[in-house]
Protein backbone atom coordinates (compact mmCIF):
# COMPACT_ATOMS: atom_id res chain seq x y z
CA UNK A 1 0.00 0.00 0.00
CA UNK A 2 1.37 3.50 -0.71
CA UNK A 3 0.85 5.27 1.94
CA UNK A 4 2.08 8.62 0.09
CA UNK A 5 0.07 8.72 -3.22
CA UNK A 6 -2.11 11.54 -2.15
CA UNK A 7 0.00 13.55 0.21
CA UNK A 8 1.65 16.82 -0.57
CA UNK A 9 5.13 17.18 1.32
CA UNK A 10 6.81 20.48 1.88
CA UNK A 11 10.30 19.97 2.57
CA UNK A 12 12.71 22.60 2.99
CA UNK A 13 16.89 23.10 2.06
CA UNK A 14 15.00 19.95 -0.14
CA UNK A 15 17.64 20.76 -3.23
CA UNK A 16 21.07 19.20 -1.29
CA UNK A 17 22.24 16.65 0.98
CA UNK A 18 19.85 15.68 3.48
CA UNK A 19 17.38 17.40 1.75
CA UNK A 20 17.86 16.10 -1.53
CA UNK A 21 17.96 12.46 -0.17
CA UNK A 22 14.48 12.95 1.18
CA UNK A 23 12.88 14.64 -1.11
CA UNK A 24 13.75 11.63 -4.02
CA UNK A 25 12.80 9.25 -1.17
CA UNK A 26 8.98 10.77 -1.30
CA UNK A 27 9.62 10.85 -5.46
CA UNK A 28 9.98 7.61 -5.08
CA UNK A 29 6.36 6.67 -3.50
CA UNK A 30 4.92 9.30 -5.30
CA UNK A 31 4.07 12.16 -3.00
CA UNK A 32 3.85 15.17 -4.39
CA UNK A 33 7.47 17.06 -3.03
CA UNK A 34 7.34 20.09 -2.73
CA UNK A 35 10.96 21.28 -2.75
CA UNK A 36 11.77 24.57 -0.66
CA UNK A 37 15.45 26.12 -1.48
CA UNK A 38 17.46 29.58 -1.18
CA UNK A 39 19.95 30.00 -3.38
CA UNK A 40 21.25 27.21 -5.69
CA UNK A 41 19.08 27.21 -8.54
CA UNK A 42 21.18 24.34 -10.58
CA UNK A 43 21.46 22.24 -7.67
CA UNK A 44 17.00 22.73 -7.53
CA UNK A 45 17.26 22.02 -11.21
CA UNK A 46 18.94 19.22 -10.80
CA UNK A 47 16.72 17.42 -7.89
CA UNK A 48 13.42 18.59 -9.20
CA UNK A 49 14.69 16.48 -12.60
CA UNK A 50 15.69 13.68 -10.47
CA UNK A 51 11.77 13.45 -8.86
CA UNK A 52 10.49 14.05 -12.14
CA UNK A 53 12.23 10.99 -13.35
CA UNK A 54 10.81 8.88 -10.91
CA UNK A 55 7.46 9.88 -12.38
CA UNK A 56 6.53 12.15 -8.80
CA UNK A 57 4.48 15.47 -9.55
CA UNK A 58 7.28 17.84 -8.03
CA UNK A 59 7.70 21.55 -7.36
CA UNK A 60 10.38 23.57 -6.81
CA UNK A 61 9.87 27.35 -4.21
CA UNK A 62 13.08 29.90 -3.85
CA UNK A 63 12.08 30.76 -1.09
CA UNK A 64 14.24 32.65 1.88
CA UNK A 65 12.56 30.93 5.18
CA UNK A 66 13.42 33.51 7.62
CA UNK A 67 11.10 35.94 6.18
CA UNK A 68 8.18 34.40 7.21
CA UNK A 69 6.10 36.82 4.37
CA UNK A 70 8.04 34.95 1.94
CA UNK A 71 6.55 31.75 3.89
CA UNK A 72 3.33 32.74 4.22
CA UNK A 73 3.70 33.28 -0.03
CA UNK A 74 5.05 29.86 -0.73
CA UNK A 75 2.61 28.29 1.42
CA UNK A 76 -0.48 30.30 -0.23
CA UNK A 77 1.12 28.96 -3.67
CA UNK A 78 0.81 25.47 -2.20
CA UNK A 79 -2.60 25.54 -0.91
CA UNK A 80 -3.53 27.54 -3.81
CA UNK A 81 -2.44 24.66 -6.70
CA UNK A 82 -2.65 21.19 -4.25
CA UNK A 83 -5.21 22.65 -1.64
CA UNK A 84 -3.61 20.88 1.23
CA UNK A 85 -0.36 20.19 2.67
CA UNK A 86 0.05 16.81 4.88
CA UNK A 87 3.55 16.83 6.34
CA UNK A 88 6.04 19.68 6.93
CA UNK A 89 10.11 18.50 6.81
CA UNK A 90 11.85 21.44 8.94
CA UNK A 91 15.80 20.07 7.37
CA UNK A 92 16.99 23.71 6.12
CA UNK A 93 19.67 25.18 8.99
CA UNK A 94 22.14 28.14 8.70
CA UNK A 95 25.09 27.77 7.11
CA UNK A 96 27.74 25.89 9.59
CA UNK A 97 30.85 24.29 8.79
CA UNK A 98 31.65 21.09 10.85
CA UNK A 99 35.38 21.77 10.90
CA UNK A 100 36.97 20.02 14.45
CA UNK A 101 40.20 21.39 14.48
CA UNK A 102 38.96 24.69 13.97
CA UNK A 103 35.61 25.33 15.57
CA UNK A 104 35.30 28.08 18.50
CA UNK A 105 35.83 27.32 21.81
CA UNK A 106 33.78 27.98 24.47
CA UNK A 107 35.68 31.69 25.42
CA UNK A 108 35.21 32.32 21.84
CA UNK A 109 32.01 31.95 20.50
CA UNK A 110 30.16 35.34 20.05
CA UNK A 111 26.61 35.59 20.94
CA UNK A 112 25.83 36.70 17.51
CA UNK A 113 27.34 32.90 16.32
CA UNK A 114 24.63 31.55 18.80
CA UNK A 115 21.79 34.31 17.34
CA UNK A 116 22.60 32.91 13.43
CA UNK A 117 22.26 29.46 14.72
CA UNK A 118 19.30 30.06 17.05
CA UNK A 119 17.36 31.72 13.78
CA UNK A 120 18.57 28.79 11.67
CA UNK A 121 17.45 26.02 13.87
CA UNK A 122 14.19 27.83 15.77
CA UNK A 123 13.12 31.09 13.58
CA UNK A 124 13.20 28.50 10.26
CA UNK A 125 10.85 25.91 12.11
CA UNK A 126 8.60 28.42 13.59
CA UNK A 127 8.22 30.16 10.31
CA UNK A 128 7.32 27.28 8.56
CA UNK A 129 4.89 25.51 11.31
CA UNK A 130 3.00 28.53 12.22
CA UNK A 131 2.12 29.22 8.15
CA UNK A 132 1.55 25.72 7.66
CA UNK A 133 -0.27 24.99 10.94
CA UNK A 134 -4.04 25.90 9.41
CA UNK A 135 -3.92 23.82 6.39
CA UNK A 136 -1.89 20.64 8.40
CA UNK A 137 -4.91 20.74 10.79
CA UNK A 138 -7.50 20.15 7.99
CA UNK A 139 -5.73 16.95 7.75
CA UNK A 140 -6.73 13.46 8.95
CA UNK A 141 -3.06 12.57 10.07
CA UNK A 142 -0.43 14.77 9.27
CA UNK A 143 3.04 15.42 10.71
CA UNK A 144 5.95 17.78 11.31
CA UNK A 145 9.76 16.68 11.28
CA UNK A 146 12.31 18.80 12.54
CA UNK A 147 15.92 17.34 11.45
CA UNK A 148 18.56 18.18 14.51
CA UNK A 149 21.45 16.45 15.60
CA UNK A 150 22.84 13.71 17.57
CA UNK A 151 25.18 15.69 19.19
CA UNK A 152 22.61 16.57 21.12
CA UNK A 153 23.15 14.04 23.04
CA UNK A 154 26.80 12.71 22.65
CA UNK A 155 28.17 15.92 22.03
CA UNK A 156 31.39 14.39 20.98
CA UNK A 157 32.56 17.41 19.41
CA UNK A 158 31.46 20.45 21.44
CA UNK A 159 30.33 23.06 18.22
CA UNK A 160 28.96 25.36 20.37
CA UNK A 161 26.49 27.39 18.60
CA UNK A 162 25.29 25.02 16.37
CA UNK A 163 24.67 22.37 18.99
CA UNK A 164 23.21 24.48 21.94
CA UNK A 165 20.77 25.54 18.72
CA UNK A 166 20.04 21.70 17.49
CA UNK A 167 19.02 20.96 21.84
CA UNK A 168 16.62 24.09 21.34
CA UNK A 169 14.89 22.75 18.64
CA UNK A 170 14.38 19.48 20.27
CA UNK A 171 12.67 21.25 22.97
CA UNK A 172 10.78 22.89 20.68
CA UNK A 173 9.29 20.17 18.87
CA UNK A 174 8.03 18.25 22.32
CA UNK A 175 6.08 21.23 23.17
CA UNK A 176 5.11 21.39 19.94
CA UNK A 177 3.48 17.45 20.47
CA UNK A 178 2.00 18.56 23.74
CA UNK A 179 -0.05 21.35 21.82
CA UNK A 180 -0.74 19.79 18.50
CA UNK A 181 -1.66 16.58 19.76
CA UNK A 182 -5.16 17.73 19.73
CA UNK A 183 -5.01 17.94 16.04
CA UNK A 184 -3.80 15.01 15.30
CA UNK A 185 -1.01 16.57 14.70
CA UNK A 186 2.32 14.56 15.45
CA UNK A 187 5.71 16.39 15.46
CA UNK A 188 9.26 14.37 15.73
CA UNK A 189 12.74 15.00 15.47
CA UNK A 190 15.16 13.17 13.14
CA UNK A 191 18.62 13.20 14.71
CA UNK A 192 21.71 12.38 12.41
CA UNK A 193 25.04 11.80 12.87
CA UNK A 194 27.88 12.41 11.25
CA UNK A 195 26.45 12.58 7.03
CA UNK A 196 28.52 12.13 4.50
CA UNK A 197 28.53 13.77 1.72
CA UNK A 198 27.01 17.14 2.71
CA UNK A 199 28.48 20.89 2.01
CA UNK A 200 28.84 21.39 6.08
CA UNK A 201 30.59 18.21 6.31
CA UNK A 202 33.07 18.86 3.38
CA UNK A 203 35.23 20.58 6.11
CA UNK A 204 35.54 17.06 8.34
CA UNK A 205 38.92 15.96 8.37
CA UNK A 206 39.07 11.89 7.88
CA UNK A 207 40.56 11.25 10.91
CA UNK A 208 37.59 12.35 12.55
CA UNK A 209 35.27 10.19 10.70
CA UNK A 210 37.85 7.55 11.16
CA UNK A 211 37.63 7.78 14.85
CA UNK A 212 33.65 8.08 14.97
CA UNK A 213 33.37 5.20 12.56
CA UNK A 214 35.51 3.23 15.35
CA UNK A 215 32.53 4.11 18.07
CA UNK A 216 30.09 3.48 16.02
CA UNK A 217 28.41 -0.08 16.10
CA UNK A 218 27.08 -0.81 12.36
CA UNK A 219 30.85 0.37 11.36
CA UNK A 220 30.12 3.49 8.86
CA UNK A 221 29.36 6.98 8.73
CA UNK A 222 25.88 7.99 8.00
CA UNK A 223 25.24 8.84 4.00
CA UNK A 224 21.97 11.63 3.85
CA UNK A 225 20.00 8.38 2.15
CA UNK A 226 20.16 6.73 5.93
CA UNK A 227 18.31 9.53 6.86
CA UNK A 228 15.61 9.65 4.26
CA UNK A 229 13.69 6.04 5.70
CA UNK A 230 13.26 7.28 9.02
CA UNK A 231 11.79 10.30 7.82
CA UNK A 232 9.19 8.76 5.87
CA UNK A 233 8.58 6.21 8.76
CA UNK A 234 7.57 9.65 11.02
CA UNK A 235 5.87 10.82 8.37
CA UNK A 236 4.12 7.45 7.81
CA UNK A 237 1.05 5.70 9.52
CA UNK A 238 3.45 3.41 10.75
CA UNK A 239 4.51 5.69 13.22
CA UNK A 240 0.61 7.41 14.01
CA UNK A 241 1.30 6.54 17.81
CA UNK A 242 4.56 8.35 17.83
CA UNK A 243 5.15 12.49 18.73
CA UNK A 244 7.39 14.42 20.80
CA UNK A 245 10.58 12.07 20.29
CA UNK A 246 13.80 12.05 18.98
CA UNK A 247 14.39 9.25 16.65
CA UNK A 248 18.53 8.95 16.60
CA UNK A 249 20.14 7.95 13.13
CA UNK A 250 23.82 7.21 13.71
CA UNK A 251 23.98 3.56 13.38
CA UNK A 252 24.25 3.15 17.11
CA UNK A 253 26.81 6.08 18.12
CA UNK A 254 24.87 7.52 20.99
CA UNK A 255 23.91 3.99 22.64
Not at 93 to 105: G, T, V
Not at 133 to 147: A, F, Q, T, W
Amino acid sequence: MNHFQNKVILITGGSRGIGRAISLAFAKEKATVIINYKTNNSAASQTVQECKNLGANVEVIKTDISNKDEVQDMVECIIKKYGKISCLVNNAFAPFKFDAENRLMADEVSWEEYDSQFQGAIKYAHNTIQCCLPYLKEEVDSSIINVTSNLTKRPIIPYHQYNVAKSALESFTKNLAMDLGRYNIRVNCIAPGLVYPTNGTHHTKERLKEDIITQTPLGRIATPEDIAGPTLFLASPWSQFMTGQVLYVDGGFTI
